[in-house]
T-cell receptor, first 116, second 114 residues
Framework: AQKITQTQPGMFVQEKEAVTLDCTYDTSDPSYGLFWYKQPSSGEMIFLIYQGSYDQQNATEGRYSLNFQKARKSANLVISASQLGDSAMYFCAMRESAGANSKLTFGKGITLSVRP | EAGVTQSPTHLIKTRGQQATLRCSPISGHTSVYWYQQALGLGLQFLLWYDEGEERNRGNFPPRFSGRQFPNYSSELNVNALELEDSALYLC?????????????FGPGTRLTVL
C-alpha cells in the first residue's frame, strides 16, 4: 500500500487566490513527521513546511499552512494568495521514526499552475 | 549561509561506465541522504550517511554505493551503469534538533546514461 497518496493530477489556480493540495498518508508509527516540498522546473527540492505527529497546532510558514487532520491521516497544504512563482511540482513526504529509519517517503507529486 | 551543493550539474556516461556524484551538506549538518528521481518512478530513497557511517539504504542494487568523509561531504558511486540509471540524483542534509530533522536538498545532478 502506498504510504503517501497525492491523487490530484494537476491543479490550476488564479493568481492571488488560495489553493489546497491534498495529501493522505498511511503509517502505524505513532511518531512521524510530514513535510511539503516544492520542485520548480530547475529540479531543486525546496522545503516549505513541517508538521510533527504530536504537534497540537497546524503548522504555518508565511503563505503556507498545513491542514493536519490526524484521525483522517491527511496533511493538506494550503497556499494563500497564489503567485506566478508558485507554479511548480509539490511533493508531500513522510518520515517515520521507527528504528534507524530516517528516510523520507514521497508521494508522486502534484503539478500546480498559477494563472495570471 | 550556503545551502547544499552538488557536483557536477550534469553528467553523461555510457552504459557500463562508472559515475561519481558529490555532495557538500549545509555547514553543521552531519547527515547526508541520496535520492533518485527517475522519470515516472518518483523520488526513491537511496542511502543515508551520518557521522561517516552508512545508516540505511533503499532498495537498490549493490552497484550503488557511497561514503561520507570526515568533513561530512559525501560521494555517490554508481558502477556498471545501466540505461535505467538515467535520473536526477538529489542530495539532502539534515541535523537532528530534537523536534525535527528537516532535510534540505541540493540542486541535483542529472545523470544521463547513453
Amino acid at each position: 500500500a502506498q504510504k503517501i497518496t497525492q491523487t490530484q493530477p494537476g491543479m490550476f489556480v488564479q493568481e492571488k487566490e488560495a489553493v489546497t493540495l491534498d495529501c493522505t498518508y498511511d503509517t502505524s508509527d505513532p511518531s512521524y513527521g510530514l513535510f511539503w516540498y516544492k520542485q520548480p522546473s530547475s529540479g531543486e527540492m525546496i522545503f516549505l513546511i513541517y508538521q510533527g505527529s504530536y504537534d497540537q497546532q497546524n503548522a504555518t510558514e508565511g503563505r503556507y499552512s498545513l491542514n493536519f487532520q490526524k484521525a483522517r491521516k491527511s496533511a493538506n497544504l494550503v497556499i494563500s494568495a497564489s503567485q506566478l512563482g508558485d507554479s511548480a511540482m509539490y511533493f508531500c513526504a513522510m518520515r517515520e521514526s521507527a528504528g534507524a529509519n530516517s528516510k523520507l517517503t514521497f508521494g508522486k507529486g502534484i503539478t500546480l499552475s498559477v494563472r495570471p | 549561509e550556503a545551502g547544499v551543493t552538488q557536483s557536477p550539474t550534469h553528467l553523461i556516461k555510457t552504459r557500463g561506465q562508472q559515475a561519481t556524484l558529490r555532495c557538500s551538506p549545509i555547514s553543521g549538518h552531519t547527515s547526508v541522504y541520496w535520492y533518485q528521481q527517475a522519470l515516472g518512478l518518483g523520488l526513491q530513497f537511496l542511502l543515508w550517511y551520518d557521522e561517516g557511517e552508512e545508516r540505511n539504504r533503499g532498495n537498490f542494487p549493490p552497484r550503488f554505493s557511497g561514503r561520507q568523509f570526515p568533513n561530512y561531504s559525501s560521494e555517490l558511486n554508481v558502477n556498471a551503469l545501466e540505461l535505467e540509471d538515467s535520473a536526477l540524483y538529489l542530495c539532502a542534509s539534515s541535523f537532528l534538533t530534537g523536534r525535527t530533522d528537516t532535510q534540505y536538498f541540493g540542486p541535483g545532478t542529472r545523470l544521463t546514461v547513453l
